[in-house]
């Protein structure tokens, strides 16, 4: 006979052993990272493998410091010589992996060198003029103190090629442009070695640093004045024919003659000329008006944006190995 107290007990052990609804019994899923977040948990700087040799000296300030990676070849390799970005105002040679892979070239028998330079702020406490002076021709400084290395890092001096992101990739691009200041007569044998390029490939470069220029192709510019000593853009658009002489020396666009490396640039939007960007600093309108100043000049500029028509590698790295791996001319 079923007790009342028995018919409880049953009823008791069904709810227990019966199986929960699906909403309750599954774990929800933990919800996904915001696309700001995954941004943020990136790490600064790439893992990247052990270099030959770290922390090696090129000049007296203590910025004056290169990484170098050598590639494994019985004869002298090529080498892509990298200067990160940051403005000018900060950034670190740490970041290499950023603007190229140093495993995949290495494994392509392609040597690598990372540097750091002096900073606009290190370029005002020394009174330089302009401050832009410092970190342009530490780089120059860089690539001549690697020259002067290439027997003993089983270096091809011929075939060296710059890369770099934002103000990195504008250094880039003065090196390539800029007629040697290989000085033969200095009594410095590091002065003597050239500062030419065999080409470049660079992300999101400002490739000019005439005020007037950028304002016409991004009318939201606001890039460039702390290159010049200067605190905000108006200024440094407000004195730009005083210091046009000094623009001429240091914006690549005004560098360019036909006799310069073939280049690479890439961008990760599209361009939009003659209007506001949302990321004016790094706009592929900079991309544009370069290429077509290097076609007016019979120099190789090829241009890499979503959506961009008869380019021939998907990526900086793609150009840099079949550049530097081909004996073809530039």
């Known amino acids: 006979m079923v007790t009342p107290r028995l018919l409880a007990t049953l009823l008791l052990a069904a ?47 203590e910025r004056h410091v290169l990484d170098f990676w050598r590639a494994t070849s019985a004869t ?37 060198v990372a540097i750091n330079y002096r900073l606009i702020k290190h370029a005002e406490a020394e009174g330089i003029t302009p401050p832009v002076k410092a970190p342009l021709h530490d780089a120059a400084r860089a690539l001549q103190f690697v020259r002067s290395q290439a027997t003993a890092w089983n270096l091809d001096q011929s075939r060296i090629g710059a890369a770099g992101g934002s103000a990195g990739a ?17 009594p410095d044998p590091i002065a003597r070695e050239s500062t030419r390029l065999f080409c470049a490939a660079v992300t999101g470069a400002q490739t000019t640093l005439d005020p007037a220029q950028m304002k016409t192709w991004t009318p939201n510019s606001k890039y460039g004045g702390h290159a010049f000593g200067l605190a905000t853009f108006e200024q440094f658009l407000a004195a730009r024919d005083r210091l046009q002489p000094l623009i ?52 190789a500029c090829e241009l890499m944006y979503p959506g961009a028509k008869d380019v021939a590698h998907a990526t900086a790295q793609d150009y840099l190995i079949a550049k530097l791996k081909s004996r073809a001319a530039k």
């Open 76 to 112: 002298p390799t090529p080498l892509v010589f990298v200067i990160h970005g940051g403005g000018w105002q900060n950034g670190e040679k740490e970041r290499v992996n950023k603007f190229v892979n140093v495993e995949g070239l290495l494994a392509q028998g392609i040597s690598v």
């Open 170 to 186: 504008c250094s880039s691009l003065w090196l390539a442009f800029h007629d040697d200041l290989a000085d033969p007569q200095s």
């Open 248 to 299: 001429a020396a240091y914006s690549p666009y005004h560098l360019v003659t036909k006799d310069d490396p073939a280049v690479y640039l890439i961008y990760g939007t599209p361009p939009a000329l003659g209007r506001d960007e949302k990321d004016p600093t790094h706009t592929a309108n900079f991309g544009v008006k370069l290429q077509e100043h290097c076609r007016a000049n019979g120099v």
């Open 15 to 61: 709810l227990l052993l019966a199986p929960a609804p699906a909403a309750l019994a599954q774990t929800p899923p933990p919800p996904k990272a915001t696309k700001a977040a995954a941004k943020k948990a990136a790490p600064e700087n790439p893992p990247v493998v052990k270099p030959t040799l770290a922390e090696v000296r090129y000049g007296p300030h």
